[in-house]
């Protein structure tokens, strides 16, 4: 093979490579734009009051904003463009979506007060990825500060599905009203608050538990094909307790290390005295 050949070779080499890499790169952000375009699905379905299939927007965004972080850091492709493209998403998927599918569905018949209760959710979901972007993922560790938009999108979506398999349509009586508004200002209040709610990196499956965890995962995907629903609402349900769970705990490690710190103290004192 002549020099010339081998420059050549080498030179396309390195196109296939810089292509390779542009692909490799390009592939998050498609998924990130993947999850604008579902979020926005779910907001003209609210629009046409299509809840159920709003509904399943906002999960379908879900999943791709899962996808779209774990393929980034997979293929060592993160960039800031990224991550602010990401947060954007976020915005509109998990902050605008939610609550104008709430809206339509269960707040329009409260007049000014309905959009003010949608516009707080939606407010609180653009602070929370503000102090989530200022603060940075690692600041965060293996616990999030607050709930997480996607999760509380998530919420959102499952208790309407939930609501609806129960046979109860809008508009809702004053019980239903109450409880529907209640828990969806304090979802809200959730996500800027300092609640610590588990994060996946808490996961940490050793060989032993593989094939357990993969026969949990196996029945879990059966039970939520058959009644996507009600298990759905209850897996929301069991996430949204373990915030307040891991505060009282948290709370109360912290009164023991002091109990013990003031035994501590007062051993030093007699023993000295």
């Given at each position: 093979?002549?020099?010339?050949?081998r420059?050549?070779?080498?030179?396309r080499?390195?196109?296939?490579?810089?292509?390779?890499?542009?692909?490799?790169?390009?592939?998050p952000?498609?998924?990130?734009?993947?999850?604008?375009?579902?979020?926005?699905?779910?907001i003209?379905?609210?629009?046409?009051?299509?809840?159920?299939?709003?509904?399943?927007?906002?999960?379908?965004?879900?999943?791709?904003?899962?996808?779209?972080?774990?393929?980034?850091?997979?293929?060592?492709?993160e960039?800031?463009?990224?991550?602010?493209y990401?947060?954007?998403?976020?915005?509109?998927?998990?902050?605008?979506?939610?609550?104008?599918?709430?809206y339509?569905?269960?707040?329009?018949?409260?007049?000014?007060?309905?959009?003010?209760?949608?516009?707080?959710?939606?407010?609180?979901?653009?602070?929370?990825?503000?102090?989530?972007?200022?603060?940075?993922?690692?600041?965060?560790?293996?616990?999030?500060?607050?709930?997480?938009?996607?999760?509380?999108?998530?919420?959102?979506?499952?208790?309407?599905?939930?609501?609806?398999?129960?046979?109860l349509?809008?508009?809702?009586?004053?019980?239903?009203?109450?409880?529907?508004?209640?828990?969806?200002?304090?979802?809200?209040?959730?996500?800027?608050?300092a609640?610590?709610?588990?994060?996946?990196?808490?996961?940490?499956?050793?060989?032993?538990?593989?094939?357990?965890?993969?026969?949990?995962?196996?029945?879990?995907?059966?039970?939520?094909?058959?009644?996507?629903?009600?298990?759905?609402?209850l897996?929301?349900?069991?996430?949204?307790?373990?915030?307040?769970?891991?505060?009282?705990?948290?709370r109360?490690?912290?009164?023991?290390?002091?109990?013990?710190?003031?035994?501590?103290?007062?051993?030093?004192?007699?023993?000295?005295?």
């Amino acid at each position: 093979m002549s020099t010339e050949e081998r420059k050549g070779l080498r030179r396309r080499r390195r196109v296939r490579g810089s292509d390779r890499s542009r692909a490799i790169y390009l592939l998050p952000n498609l998924i990130t734009s993947a999850a604008v375009l579902f979020g926005f699905w779910s907001i003209i379905s609210s629009i046409h009051h299509q809840f159920d299939r709003a509904a399943l927007f906002i999960v379908i965004a879900g999943i791709c904003d899962t996808l779209d972080g774990r393929i980034a850091r997979a293929t060592h492709s993160e960039s800031q463009f990224g991550v602010e493209y990401d947060s954007l998403s976020d915005m509109l998927s998990f902050g605008l979506a939610p609550a104008l599918l709430v809206y339509t569905w269960a707040l329009t018949p409260l007049g000014n007060r309905g959009w003010l209760i949608a516009a707080l959710f939606a407010m609180c979901a653009a602070l929370r990825l503000a102090r989530f972007n200022v603060r940075g993922k690692d600041a965060e560790g293996t616990r999030y500060q607050g709930m997480p938009t996607t999760v509380a999108g998530g919420i959102v979506a499952s208790t309407v599905w939930f609501i609806g398999w129960l046979g109860l349509n809008p508009p809702f009586d004053r019980p239903l009203a109450i409880a529907i508004i209640t828990g969806f200002s304090l979802l809200a209040l959730l996500m800027v608050s300092a609640v610590p709610y588990p994060s996946t990196s808490m996961i940490r499956i050793g060989k032993r538990q593989q094939y357990p965890a993969l026969v949990a995962f196996v029945l879990a995907v059966i039970a939520i094909g058959l009644h996507h629903e009600p298990v759905l609402f209850l897996v929301s349900i069991l996430f949204l307790a373990s915030g307040p769970t891991l505060w009282l705990m948290d709370r109360r490690r912290k009164a023991r290390a002091g109990d013990v710190q003031e035994d501590v103290a007062i051993e030093k004192s007699s023993d000295a005295g």
